[in-house]
C-alpha cells in the first residue's frame, strides 16, 4: 500500500451535506466528502447504507434532495452531462451488449464519446492489451468467461482517458486470480494519476488498494481515513479468535476480571482484542485451547461501527 500523502490540489470530488430521501427514509443523510486528486477512495458500508445512491449522486443519475455537490469542477447534478465526459464507470453488474463481439463493445462505447474512426484503432488495441484479450477481439461476448467480462467492463471504462474512474464493487464473483489482475491493474491507474472512487465488501480489497476510505451506515460517514489510521484508531492492535467452547470460557473470564482484554461474541465465535496478549496466549497454551492470532485489520474496524447483525 502506499504511503498516504497530503495533497496540495483540488480535490475532484467535494460533497457537503448531501442528502437523499426516498419516501420517508433518508438513504444519504448529510455526507460530507472530498476527494482528491491522484487518490483511490473507498465507500464501505453494508447492505443499504447508501453507497451506491452516493456514486449515482456523483454521475448525475439521481438528483440530491440537499446539499452540495461538485466534481471534476462542475456542479452536480447542474453540469453532471460535462463532468461524465471525463469520468469512466464501471457498474455492479456488467453491461456489456451481448450481441457484439469484444472489439464491438468497445467501439461502441467509444462512439458516445465522439470516439471514432482510424485514430480509435490504436485505442482499442490498448485496451484489450490492458485486459489481457488479445486475440479475441472477434469473440462473443457470450463465450468469454466471468473474468474476461468483467476486465472488458473495466476497459471499456477507460475508453475516453478519464480523470475520474468509479467502480461500484468490482471484484465480485471473481475467483483469486481474476480479482488480482483487476487489483494489478487499478493499482496502475492510480499510480498514472487516474483518481479512482471504489465500493466494495471485501475489507482486504479496500485495505490492499484504497489510500482513504469511509466508512458509511444508514447514510451517514461513521469515520473516514486512511485504513492504517483506522485500525490504529478504533481497534487494539492484537486479535485472538478462540475456535473451541472452553477457549471462549476463558477469554471471557479473562475478559471480565480485566485483563487488558475486549471480549466480542460473534455467533459461536470469541473475539479477544488486546494491546498485550502475552499473558492471555500463555493461559490458553498452557489450557489446549484452539485460537487464531491475527493483527487488527479493516473488518474488526468495520464491524466494531456497523454492528455484526446481518444486513439483507
Same mark, same amino acid.
Given at each position: ?67 452540495? %455537490?461538485? @466534481? /471534476?469542477? +462542475? !456542479? ?6 460535462? =463532468? *461524465?465526459?471525463? $469520468? ?75 480523470? %475520474?474512474? @468509479? /467502480?461500484? +464493487? !468490482? ?6 486470480? =481474476? *480479482?488480482?489482475? $483487476? ?77 487488558? @482484554? ?51
Amino acid at each position: 500500500m502506499r504511503v498516504e500523502q497530503p495533497s496540495a490540489a483540488a480535490p475532484l470530488v467535494v460533497a457537503h451535506g448531501l442528502c437523499k430521501r426516498y419516501g420517508e427514509q433518508w438513504v444519504v443523510d448529510g455526507v460530507d466528502l472530498e476527494v482528491r486528486q491522484g487518490e483511490f477512495f473507498g465507500l464501505l458500508g453494508p447492505n443499504g447504507a447508501g453507497k451506491t445512491t452516493i456514486l449515482r449522486m456523483l454521475l448525475g443519475l439521481t438528483p440530491p434532495d440537499g446539499g452540495e %455537490l461538485q @466534481v /471534476l469542477g +462542475e !456542479p452536480i447534478p447542474a453540469r453532471a452531462r460535462e =463532468a *461524465r465526459t471525463r $469520468i469512466g464507470v464501471v457498474p455492479q453488474f456488467d453491461s456489456l451488449d451481448p450481441d457484439f463481439t469484444v472489439r464491438e463493445n468497445l467501439v461502441t462505447y467509444a462512439s458516445y464519446f465522439g470516439l471514432r474512426g482510424k485514430d480509435l484503432a490504436p485505442r482499442i488495441a490498448e485496451l484489450l492489451a490492458l485486459a489481457n484479450l488479445e486475440g479475441r477481439e472477434d469473440t462473443p461476448i457470450a463465450a468469454l468467461s466471468g473474468g474476461m467480462k468483467r476486465r472488458l467492463t473495466l476497459v471499456r471504462a477507460l475508453v475516453n482517458e478519464p480523470r %475520474l474512474v @468509479v /467502480l461500484d +464493487e !468490482p471484484t465480485t464473483g471473481l475467483d483469486p486470480q =481474476a *480479482r488480482h489482475h $483487476i487489483w494489478q491493474r487499478l493499482r496502475e491507474l492510480r499510480d498514472t494519476g487516474t483518481t479512482l472512487i471504489m465500493t466494495t465488501h471485501y475489507m482486504e480489497e479496500a485495505e490492499r488498494l484504497c489510500d482513504r476510505l469511509a466508512i458509511i451506515d444508514a447514510g451517514r460517514v461513521l469515520a473516514s481515513a486512511s485504513p492504517r489510521t483506522l485500525i490504529q484508531a478504533h481497534i487494539e492492535p492484537h486479535v485472538i479468535e478462540l475456535l473451541d467452547a472452553p477457549g471462549r470460557a476463558a477469554g471471557e473470564v479473562l475478559a471480565a476480571r480485566g485483563a487488558g @482484554v475486549r471480549a466480542y461474541r460473534a455467533g459461536d465465535l470469541l473475539l479477544l482484542y488486546t494491546a498485550t496478549p502475552g499473558a492471555l496466549l500463555e493461559e490458553l497454551d498452557a489450557a489446549g485451547h484452539r485460537y487464531l492470532h491475527r493483527p487488527a485489520n479493516l473488518e474488526d474496524v468495520f464491524l466494531k461501527l456497523t454492528g455484526h447483525e446481518l444486513r439483507d
